[in-house]
């Protein structure tokens, strides 16, 4: 998710490297999703193991002990690993929309905080943690999700006034990931979790917001398919 635009601003030449980079990963992960059973386990199992190498890369950076280092490691393991079990068993138990619902959430959370914090600005939430992130940024990604989640719904022929109070929860979800990925990688002394995405840093940077709404979202999907079966 986004960074402090101080710390993050990369060169402009890079737009058409992002945006290549982009296109890839959303072509790659459709692709993915639609084909689903064996090609979709191997794409989650990939990017679970992506996501753990970053993991450790920050883990060690950022903890000196061998003791501290393993409860973080297997702390990542439980984190990564129940959010990639969980896509797995939603995309094999009928709930490819649900995913789909997962990732608006997240770019709706994202695109609707970094337009309302550039243009409201305000008090900042944790400075410390991610200079860039405000309260005003936060509210403008409630209401931009819980927007995207009730018109979501209501396209796939179903709606809930529960949409919007959802989807305001879980963009909270989405930003306490992100500032979470954050806090790490101030820790380890370190602008990205990684460079496989070239113009975007390392997957745990894309994903940071993701992990949590989709473990999060589950659970409460699990707990309650009324409000979700319309997904």
């Not at 959303?26 to 990017?47: E, K, R």
């Not at 008090?123 to 979501?152: C, D």
């Not at 709606?159 to 979470?180: K, M, R, T, Y």
């Not at 949590?212 to 999907?221: D, F, L, N, R, Y």
């Given at each position: 998710?986004?960074?402090?635009?101080?710390?993050?601003?990369?060169?402009?030449?890079?737009?058409?490297?992002?945006?290549?980079?982009s296109?890839?990963?959303?072509?790659?992960?459709?692709?993915?999703?639609w084909?689903?059973?064996?090609?979709?386990?191997?794409?989650?199992i990939?990017?679970?193991?992506?996501?753990?190498?970053?993991?450790?890369?920050?883990?060690?950076?950022?903890?000196?002990?061998?003791a501290?280092?393993?409860?973080?490691?297997?702390?990542?393991?439980?984190?990564?690993?129940?959010?990639?079990?969980?896509?797995?068993?939603?995309?094999?138990?009928?709930g490819?929309?649900?995913?789909?619902?997962?990732?608006?959430?997240?770019?709706?959370?994202?695109?609707?905080?970094?337009f309302?914090?550039?243009?409201?600005?305000?008090?900042?939430?944790?400075?410390?943690?991610?200079?860039?992130?405000?309260?005003?940024?936060?509210v403008?990604?409630?209401?931009?999700?819980?927007?995207?989640?009730?018109?979501?719904?209501?396209w796939?022929?179903?709606?809930?006034?529960?949409?919007?109070?959802i989807?305001?929860?879980l963009?909270v979800?989405?930003?306490?990931?992100?500032?979470?990925?954050?806090?790490?990688?101030?820790?380890?002394?370190?602008?990205?979790?990684?460079?496989?995405?070239?113009?975007?840093g390392?997957?745990?940077?894309?994903?940071?917001?993701?992990l949590?709404?989709?473990?999060?979202?589950?659970?409460?999907?699990?707990?309650?398919?009324?409000?979700?079966?319309?997904?």
């Amino acid at each position: 998710m986004i960074e402090n635009p101080a710390e993050q601003k990369r060169p402009n030449s890079d737009l058409g490297t992002r945006t290549v980079s982009s296109l890839l990963m959303i072509a790659v992960s459709g692709l993915a999703l639609w084909l689903g059973s064996y090609a979709f386990a191997i794409f989650v199992i990939a990017i679970a193991f992506g996501l753990l190498r970053e993991w450790r890369s920050l883990v060690w950076a950022m903890t000196p002990g061998t003791a501290y280092r393993f409860a973080w490691t297997i702390g990542g393991m439980l984190y990564i690993g129940t959010a990639a079990g969980l896509m797995a068993f939603l995309r094999d138990s009928g709930g490819t929309m649900l995913l789909l619902a997962f990732v608006g959430i997240v770019i709706a959370t994202d695109t609707g905080a970094y337009f309302a914090g550039r243009a409201i600005g305000g008090p900042k939430i944790a400075p410390k943690i991610s200079p860039s992130k405000t309260w005003a940024g936060l509210v403008g990604g409630m209401i931009a999700s819980a927007l995207f989640l009730t018109v979501f719904q209501n396209w796939n022929g179903g709606f809930s006034g529960w949409a919007v109070i959802i989807g305001a929860q879980l963009a909270v979800v989405a930003q306490a990931g992100d500032f979470f990925e954050s806090w790490m990688k101030r820790r380890a002394g370190v602008k990205d979790s990684g460079n496989i995405l070239p113009g975007h840093g390392g997957l745990l940077d894309r994903l940071d917001g993701l992990l949590p709404v989709i473990i999060i979202g589950s659970v409460a999907w699990l707990g309650s398919t009324s409000f979700w079966g319309a997904l």
